[in-house]
């Protein structure tokens, strides 16, 4: 179906899942110029834009934030949601030049902060992504902060723990331990697309499934 990023930690049971629907999985080892407890996470290293893969390049392997964000840039449909000042040159001017609509934020982790179920509907527990996009005339669901665990960090971030995969979306543990799983799965499914996640395991920030 298509190539999907994923860090090496993921459970092994979402990466063979993801291999057998047909996709092309490639598993993002840890480097810890990125953090010792981050290095692993794909959305700090490859984004798509449209129909394009982009890779960080070595200058962008920092290992504290917010210098090592300068590739988690929130991008679905026309918009580039991230903290700009920090976002590396190459991948603004790319964004630019693809005409999509630039979005300041506070939040250097946008796109672990926020998972995109198409080209303009959100899920996200940041007001200030929630805010700005809402304002930009997106669908967003706002849900409650928390529930996902980030070895090393006291708690992970929403957007960190999925990723579409073709006409689903994969979480890396059992959603049904989030509050709002119901609101979720609700949003996802009006939209037409699939849920997959996998029960009794811990619900797991791993860096994003990006495709």
Not at 92 to 118: F, H, K, T, W
């Amino acid at each position: 179906m298509g190539d999907i990023y994923i860090s090496e930690r993921a459970y092994s049971e979402v990466t063979a899942y993801l291999k057998s629907a047909g996709n092309r999985v490639h598993t993002v080892p840890a480097d810890k110029r990125l953090g010792l407890y981050t290095g692993d996470h794909a959305d700090l290293r490859v984004i798509r834009l449209g129909e394009s893969v982009i890779f960080a390049d070595e200058d962008d392997f920092k290992p504290d934030y917010p210098e090592n964000a300068a590739f988690c840039a929130l991008a679905f449909g026309k918009y580039f949601v991230h903290r700009l000042d920090i976002t590396a040159p190459a991948l603004l001017n790319e964004a630019r030049r693809r005409g999509m609509e630039l979005i300041d934020v506070r939040q250097g982790y946008a796109r672990c902060s926020a998972l995109p179920v198409d080209g303009r509907s959100v899920i996200t527990a940041d007001r200030g992504i929630a805010r700005e996009l809402r304002e930009r005339g997106a669908d967003v669901l706002e849900i409650s902060p928390g529930h996902v665990l980030l070895p090393g960090y006291a708690e992970g971030f929403f957007g960190g723990c999925g990723g579409r995969a073709g006409d689903t979306v994969v979480f890396n543990g059992d959603l049904r331990t989030h509050p709002d799983c119901e609101r979720i799965v609700t949003f996802i499914a009006e939209r037409g697309v699939g849920v997959k996640f996998f029960p009794d395991l811990v619900l797991r920030d791993i860096g994003s499934i990006v495709s």
